[in-house]
């Protein structure tokens, strides 16, 4: 068992419209996968391509090398775990989990034994005569689970399978899952709008925007090194600042941000012009303020107020120019060297190795309250 | 305060809900259903009055001469509207749902016409149906002629249309996905259809045969428009040939045992319904707000 | 999910039922009323469109538009259903509106007895009636006794006392709105259940008194549910013909139905009665038409206001 995924140029127009344009994928065995990005992004349309719900305008989707773009749903060795489950209502847990055993030649009793074991390995011994009605939101989705696992496919997909519980279940469900996934060695191929979940449970993982594949790599590559300010902006916290980059300094290169003069070593340092740059708020380093405050890319600010977050503050910082910078600042009890009130003067240290270049927005960025509903990370 | 007073204040109570709108419904319902009520009553009278209550009796019921059990018109007149209702059900219900089925996955041109006739039967006033269906079976195939087979035929493509509203409603709310899980843990169209579709949809199909069974027993104009001779009557053309002569209340206990009938059928599906559906109907995603 | 055209095959039988039995039955209605007529008085159908003749049509409107008895029909129709509708309103929009509304608790059982009217024999409704209204019966006593009868003879709805039965337009009418307000109350309490509480708080809120509340806010929000209601009423009651038969024995409260009944069923002028009942249909088809356009402009309105 392998479970091996390869998308290549896959496309699926809907008339007009183009859901997914034209993609290229690859989803190593055994991994935890996870496709991630807004509404109406694609990431639905070619998990249900994979599954077989819908048939693609082009392209091809390999299957452990063989294209099973054209098989229907119910030959390919691929199982998914629906958004709201889809637990058939007329039967009880043992009768769902059981559902796909018809089809393969078993006996009664090894029907009976596969079910209980892997109603052990979801937790839910006992529950086989319970009807999905009388289940919580979390038991039902275990019993998906367990439904799509028994058939012991090569890939398993989950579409959005957290996105109807409570931030607390949510959390609890998501080391689960990816413990799950580590124990049985099965490709789970996930799909979630919430860059929190993705970034804490995949190998890997793919931003996608409007049909097409922002980015794709590791959690980290893709949070640390963003190619393009959509990625940057919808994984974590990230903050952009308009800059002009002059021409080359040291091993990066010199940004000039309102009068002062700033060196990156991040991202596309041979770029010129009028670029964005973003940093991270953890990356920031907060200083107590001098006057004539200056060393190599510092900045002076004012503090506009602090976000207590319990483990940290987020400051929010206005610097020269009026823009907003966000900055982590951790909870060290109240040995904090400088105060944070509103209107506290403070330096801001953007360490250089922080600093990154980024290819320039070819799209324009989507409505403001989309992206910020999107980009919030899981409410406490 | 007197009682004048204290009826006043109730009825102009300002913070209150409108004490004149709950006395208008009140009054209604009572005119709505007292006469009917009366009618039944009569049923049991021990007499050949409709109008004067001579006392409780079972006679136009179960009596030697003239009741519902001993007269055979009045038997005739029952076994026929059961006999065309059972009919009715037969067909109209698979009809219906195969055509609701097709209906809902038909995907293209060709399914909004098909939904606009599926539609008509229900706007279009009876006699018109009637007058169109006589014609049929007199001229457009002589030789069909009237009676039990023409009544029957004309009472299914009226209530069709009923099942295939009740039935394609339950559909749309069910959704694609059950069948889309089923396919994806290995089922074959057939047995999506058969193991996981029907039975979701068995508590529409009971309501709509019940709903079925109920107009064809109720139904009045079509029915007498395609009958024959006088072995194709049913209950309603007895009620409506006779109700100006001078019957007997055995009318009245015709009509009584054919609302018992009617009232029957409707609750036992609609105890049906909640058994099958009470244990299956819940919403997933109802459920899963429901936390731990 | 399954190729097309097995959807489609499962959709055929129904499909071809309706053909015949709903689309081809109404084309012979028209084959008749363009047709001929034998010497027997018998339909000589033409289904050949092109050959169609409209000579009985033409007759049938010339009647109509010179004054003949078939416009006395119509019109009579047309007046005894825009009388029981407005009064199947006045009494049924309350009701709705109540159980909708302030039922409170009682709002199932309310519902329930609603709908018990629908599942009782229409001939039954209309027996119960023609036993009370007889002479000597309980409600021809009661109208007596509570001067109401009075009130009818004196405005010239009643035209000698106790005769409810006979032949008298106002018994027709009344016996209309007491067989089809069922029907009405059921559409105009589910428009006014869907109407959101929150939009009438909100004018109560800004200063609105209850009653200018009604006006302003839950009325015309009702208005779409009034329309249906009617226009599901006004359409089979425009082809009744069995409630004037049973509550007025006379051919002066004969409504179109009737004259379509005495030339199809009861057999005397068949064409004429297709013709009849081509125009009938017309005739609802022009308030279909009415609702759709109506219904559709006030959903576009909603839509660019919501």
């Known amino acids: 068992m392998l479970g091996e995924i390869r998308i290549a140029q896959l496309t699926k127009a809907f008339g007009e419209v183009v859901a997914v344009d034209n993609i290229d994928l690859d989803m190593p065995p055994g991994e935890f996968f996870t496709m991630l990005g807004p509404s109406g992004c694609g990431k639905t349309t070619t998990l249900r391509m994979i599954a077989g719900f819908e048939r693609p305008t082009s392209g091809q989707i390999l299957l452990d090398g063989s294209d099973v773009a054209q098989v229907p749903p119910h030959k390919r060795s691929v199982n998914t775990v629906f958004q709201s489950y889809a637990l058939f209502p007329h039967l009880d847990v043992a009768g769902n989990v059981a559902f796909g055993l018809k089809y393969r030649k078993l006996t009664k009793e090894e029907r009976r034994r596969q079910v209980a074991e892997v109603l052990e390995l979801v937790q839910l011994t006992g529950f086989e005569h319970r009807k999905p009605s009388q289940l919580s939101g ?6 998906a689970l367990a439904r799509a696992l028994i058939l012991t496919p090569r890939v398993l997909l989950l579409d959005e399978p957290l996105g109807a519980l409570d931030a607390r279940l949510r959390k609890d469900l998501q080391v689960e899952l990816k413990a799950l996934q580590r124990d049985i060695g099965v490709t789970f191929v996930f799909v979630t709008h919430d860059q929190e979940e993705a970034l804490t449970m995949s190998d890997r993982l793919a931003v996608m925007r409007n049909g097409h594949v922002e980015q794709a790599g590791s959690p980290r590559d893709v949070y640390e090194q963003p190619k393009t300010t959509f990625v940057a902006d919808f994984l974590g916290v990230s903050n952009l600042l308009e800059v002009e980059s002059i021409g080359p300094d040291g091993n990066g290169c010199a940004l000039r941000l309102g009068e002062r003069m700033f060196r990156a070593e991040q991202g596309d340092t041979t770029a010129r012009g009028q670029l964005k740059a973003m940093i991270r708020p953890e990356r920031i380093v907060v200083e107590k303020h001098k006057d004539g405050a200056d060393g190599d890319n510092r900045l002076p600010g004012m503090v506009e107020h602090a976000v207590f977050l ?67 990370p899981a409410a406490v | 305060m007197s009682v004048f007073r204290k009826a006043f204040y109730w009825l102009r109570n300002p913070w209150g809900k409108p004490r004149w709108l709950a006395i208008i419904t ?82 293209g041109p060709g399914s909004g016409t098909i939904n606009t006739v599926m539609l008509l039967p229900l706007v279009t006033p009876e006699i018109v149906m009637g007058v169109a269906l006589l014609i049929l079976f007199l001229d457009v195939f002589p030789g069909f002629g009237l009676g039990t087979r023409a009544q029957a035929i004309g009472q299914v493509t009226f209530t069709l249309s009923y099942v295939v509203v009740m039935v394609r409603g339950r559909l749309v709310s069910i959704g694609p996905e059950y069948e ?43 029915t007498q428009y395609l009958s ?33 009938i009617t009232f029957a059928t409707l609750g036992l599906a609609f105890f049906l319904y909640r058994k099958i559906a009470g244990g299956s109907g819940s919403d997933t995603a109802q459920v899963a707000a429901m936390e731990v | ?15 071809a039922w309706l053909t015949v039995f709903f689309l081809i039955a109404f084309y012979a209605v028209l084959c008749v009323a363009f047709g001929n007529q034998d010497s027997l008085s018998q339909p000589v159908p033409f289904w050949n469109p092109l050959d169609w003749n409209v000579g009985y049509f033409l007759s049938v409107m010339h009647d109509i538009f010179h004054n003949g008895p078939f416009l006395t029909v119509f019109i009579r129709t047309i007046v005894f259903v825009v009388i029981a509708m407005a009064l199947c309103l006045v009494v049924g929009y309350p009701v709705a509106y109540f159980a909708a509304r302030h039922a409170g608790r009682w709002k199932g059982l309310v519902l329930v007895l609603l709908i018990v009217p629908f599942w009782i024999n229409y001939l039954m409704r209309m027996l119960a009636w023609i036993n009370l209204l007889s002479p000597g019966g309980w409600g021809t006593r009661i109208l007596h006794g509570l001067g109401i009868e009075w009130i009818f003879l004196h405005l010239g709805l009643l035209s000698n006392p106790g005769g409810w039965l006979d032949g008298q337009q106002s018994t027709v009418i009344l016996a209309l709105v007491y067989g089809y307000i069922p029907f009405l109350i059921l559409p105009l309490f589910a428009a006014l259940d869907r109407i959101d509480q929150r939009q009438i708080e909100a004018a109560r809120d800004l200063g609105a008194s209850s009653f200018s509340a009604f006006l302003r806010v839950t009325l015309p929000l009702s208005v779409p549910g009034i329309l249906a209601g009617v226009v599901l009423v006004a359409l089979p009651m425009f082809g009744d013909y069995y409630t004037p038969d049973l509550v007025s024995a006379s051919t002066k409260t004969n409504m179109i139905g009737n004259q379509i009944d005495e030339f199809t069923r009861q057999g005397s002028e068949k064409v004429s009665g297709a013709v009849l009942t081509i125009l009938l249909s017309l005739l609802l088809l022009v308030l279909m038409a009415y609702y759709l356009r109506t219904t559709r402009r006030a959903g576009q309105e909603a839509g660019a206001e919501g």
Request: aromatic share 8%; proline share 8%.
């Open chain 2, 180 to 222: 889309e899980a089923a396919a994806d843990l290995g089922a074959p169209p057939r047995d999506q259809l058969r193991r996981v579709l029907l039975p979701l949809l068995m508590p529409a199909i009971i309501a709509s045969a019940a709903v079925a069974f109920a107009l064809s027993i109720d139904d009045f104009v079509v």
């Open chain 1, 310 to 376: 319990g483990g940290s503050y987020e400051v929010h910082v206005r610097i020269v120019g009026g823009e907003i910078l966000k900055v982590t600042v951790a909870n060290e009890g109240s040995s904090l060297k400088f105060g944070l009130d509103q209107g506290t003067p403070v330096t801001l240290h953007l360490p250089p190795d922080a600093l990154r270049v980024l290819e320039p927005d070819p799209e324009p960025p989507p409505e403001p309250s989309e992206e910020d509903a999107e980009a919030e």
């Open chain 2, 26 to 107: 009140i009054l209604y319902i009572l005119w709505s259903i007292v006469p009917v009520a009366i009618a039944i009553l009569f049923a049991f009278n021990h007499g050949r009055s409709r109008t004067t209550w001579q006392g409780f009796s079972f006679e136009w019921f179960t009596g030697p001469t003239g009741s519902v059990l001993h007269d055979p018109d009045l038997q005739g007149a029952l076994k026929h509207t059961l006999f065309l209702a059972v009919i009715c059900v037969l067909l109209s219900v698979p009809l219906g749902v195969t055509l609701a089925l097709g209906l809902q996955r038909w995907r």
């Open chain 1, 138 to 143: 979390g038991q039902q989705q275990r019993v």
């Open chain 3, 1 to 15: 999910m399954g190729s097309r055209w097995t959807w489609r095959a499962l959709a055929l039988p129904g499909v």
């Open chain 2, 228 to 260: 024959g001779d006088a072995s194709t009557t049913t209950v309603s053309m007895l009620l409506y040939a006779s109700a100006r002569g001078a019957p007997t209340p055995a009318l009245n206990a015709l009509a009584t045992v054919s609302l018992v």
